[in-house]
T-cell receptor, first 109, second 115 residues
Framework: GQSLEQPSEVTAVEGAIVQINCTYQTSGFYGLSWYQQHDGGAPTFLSYNALDGLEETGRFSSFLSRSDSYGYLLLQELQMKDSASYFCAVKNYGQNFVFGPGTRLSVLP | NAGVTQTPKFQVLKTGQSMTLQCAQDMNHEYMSWYRQDPGMGLRLIHYSVGAGITDQGEVPNGYNVSRSTTEDFPLRLLSAAPSQTSVYFC??????????????FGPGTRLTVL
């Protein structure tokens, strides 16, 4: 089977940097994705790592290490609007997407 | 483009009733899927389709049926609703390999309560 683990909650202050970790157990997958979901809303795509290393998209960066079965999402210059849930996800070779349980980020003023 | 649309937005059913959740996309995506999201939990895959006429089961398929007669539409049928099916249901679509990320586009969700 496949499973992904994330911390359930993270709290940080406005302007700070926060890292949300994702560890996984899977036999094979194409890459690791991150999605953001505000309360009452739908998930929206943030970033994707097909290869090991860091991908940067504005204030968001994502990292993948296949040898360590580990990835993270880094959010810089936190803003109040970044308060949301963040999900890591993998697309396996069977064309399934498997999502982690999500990390709820609270940004404090 | 409307993206991914879902109807209804809210629904209340009684145990044993059946209903169909509608999902449509106008992006010509081959891949479509249905997820359920329970409070404080991630998204669990119910069924998915890689193209018209092709469907497959996900992680939690029991109690649900799907069909894919066109590229645009992917309805989810609840055969005999149970309180355990109270959840938020999301439909999503993806271009299945046209872009490396296989970004999934989600509909706004259907909030279903089964009494």
């Amino acid at each position: 089977g496949q499973s992904l683990e994330q911390p359930s909650e993270v709290t940080a202050v406005e302007g700070a940097i926060v890292q949300i970790n994702c560890t996984y157990q899977t036999s094979g997958f194409y890459g690791l994705s991150w999605y953001q979901q505000h309360d009452g809303g739908a998930p929206t795509f943030l970033s994707y790592n097909a290869l090991d290393g860091l991908e940067e998209t504005g204030r968001f960066s994502s990292f993948l290490s296949r040898s360590d079965s580990y990835g993270y999402l880094l959010l810089q210059e936190l803003q109040m609007k970044d308060s949301a849930s963040y999900f890591c996800a993998v697309k396996n070779y069977g064309q399934n997407f498997v999502f982690g349980p999500g990390t709820r980020l609270s940004v404090l003023p | 483009n409307a993206g991914v649309t879902q109807t209804p937005k809210f629904q209340v059913l009684k145990t044993g009733q059946s209903m169909t959740l509608q999902c449509a996309q106008d992006m010509n995506h081959e891949y479509m899927s249905w997820y359920r999201q329970d409070p404080g939990m991630g998204l669990r895959l119910i069924h998915y389709s890689v193209g018209a006429g092709i469907t497959d089961q996900g992680e939690v398929p029991n109690g649900y049926n799907v069909s894919r007669s066109t590229t645009e539409d992917f309805p989810l049928r609840l055969l005999s609703a149970a309180p355990s099916q109270t959840s938020v249901y999301f439909c999503a679509s993806s271009d299945l390999g046209q872009t490396p990320a296989n970004e999934q586009f989600f509909g706004p969700g259907t909030r279903l309560t089964v009494l």
